[in-house]
């Protein structure tokens, strides 16, 4: 059976999502039964005679652990190929490798900060050529569009840390319109909330690390397309390349997984409490000065949200509208951590504009509005009455 082949199974197919995520690409083991997939920790793979295998040779071209977490991974995106990764960056360096010196990559201009680096720090070094726009203002990327031969577009929807929302279908009808490709990194959501092929995406990225893995105890990444011909270009990079992960992150992803549904419903519904709460909370006290969830009824991308979202996910972000109010608050906090990264089932606390989003420039920070003050929350699955309350606490702490 060829690799595209072991892709294209659809006997999983009319299945929802939470059984795919249980089922597609993880039978039980043809040689033992074993109810879970194998973690075959091996980088090689005997051979009959010269040149016959069973189908693997070496683990950084193909390995059964990573095979299975690649058909799960496209089997939730509705996808017809996915390829794994050893980091979301690995995932991201890969896409690029694609092009070529003299391309042209226009970007989202909040992109996570690792994105913006790889593309102005590492492949800028190599003639690829990127631009920045705003793609929640459909005219202005419209303009970029139509004034430049562009081979990919790159956004993220919501946007980190101001939870913008991008139009995935109008971005890809533009994209399309102009002969360009719209790849969309969708960590935040996970495929469980949004599916951009479906949108008219071209190609879908997660950092695996985050909510597809779901504990905060791997690093990974992942890419799922539908062209053939682009998967083929991609696998073959992905071995030219090596970005390859390990059969145990591997395996822990898929575990991962398995709880994803459930873990996202949770996620959504303590997220949207904690919003309420403090949407509430600013129209009494003047601690707070905004708070972006897409949730919300009245927040900007509510509607292109409600379109294009299962769920309005975990993150959220608002501003106390000072450092210091910021600060005490971060420390009066008992069951968030301060930390970086997201999507694990502990809830997670930070100020973007000194932590994550601390390598952008002040005046670049300034201007979409990452003030000192902004909060970012990864909110957890704990109780939501716990959480809740410890915001609450936390804010009434703070000065
Ligand atoms: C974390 C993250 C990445 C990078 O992924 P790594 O697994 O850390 O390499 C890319 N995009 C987004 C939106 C992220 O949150």
């Known amino acids: 059976m060829t690799e595209a082949k072991k892709h294209l199974s659809n006997r999983w197919k009319s299945y929802g999502f939470s059984t795919r995520a249980i089922h597609d690409g993880q039978e039980p083991d043809e040689l033992t039964g ?15 005679s010269p040149g016959k295998t069973k189908g693997y040779e070496y683990s950084r071209t193909g390995n059964p652990t990573r095979l299975a977490l690649e058909k799960s991974i496209a089997s939730l995106e509705k996808a017809r190929h996915a390829l794994a990764f050893s980091s979301g960056m690995g995932a991201i360096l890969t896409i690029a490798s694609s092009l070529r010196s003299g391309d042209k990559i226009l970007l989202g201009d909040d992109v996570y900060g690792g994105t913006y680096r790889i593309f102005t720090k590492v492949f800028a070094n190599f003639g690829l050529d990127c631009e920045f726009v705003d793609p929640s203002d459909i005219e202005a990327a419209d303009q970029k569009l139509a004034s430049k031969k562009i081979a990919y577009v790159l956004i993220e929807t919501p946007t980190n840390p101001l939870m913008k929302i991008v139009d995935i279908h109008a971005v890809s009808k533009l994209a399309h319109e102009n002969n360009s490709r ?29 909510y597809l893995g779901g504990h ?16 083929e270009r991609l696998k073959f990079l992905q071995n030219a390349c090596g970005a390859v992960p390990g059969p145990f992150d591997c395996w822990l992803v898929l575990r991962g997984i398995k709880t994803l549904s459930l873990r996202m419903e949770k996620h959504s519904r303590n997220a949207a409490a904690i919003a309420k709460f403090l949407y509430e909370e600013m129209s009494r006290s003047k601690k707070i000065h905004s708070v972006n969830y897409p949730g919300l009824p009245d927040s900007p991308g509510h509607n292109i949200a409600k379109k294009q979202m299962k769920l309005y ?34 809830s997670l606390a930070e100020v973007p504009g000194i932590m994550t989003h601390a390598s952008l420039p002040e005046s670049e920070r300034r201007k979409k509005g990452i003030t000192n003050s902004l909060v970012r929350l990864s909110v957890g699955i704990e109780d939501e009455e716990d959480l809740v309350q410890d915001i609450s606490q936390a804010l009434k702490l703070a000065r």
């Open 182 to 210: 719209v790849i969309v990194d969708s960590t935040f959501s996970s495929p469980y909330i949004t599916t951009p092929l479906g949108f008219g995406a071209d190609v879908v990225v997660h950092s695996t690390t985050k």
């Open 34 to 48: 074993a109810v879970t997939v194998p973690i075959y920790q091996t980088s090689t793979f005997a051979q009959e």
């Open 313 to 346: 996910g975990g993150m959220m972000s608002f501003d106390l509208g000072r450092e210091e109010r910021t600060v005490s608050f971060l420390k009066g906090l008992k069951l968030f951590s301060t930390a970086e990264s997201l999507g694990g089932v502990e």
């Open 216 to 231: 905060s105890d791997l690093v990974g990444g992942a890419v799922a397309v539908n062209d053939s011909e682009l998967y």
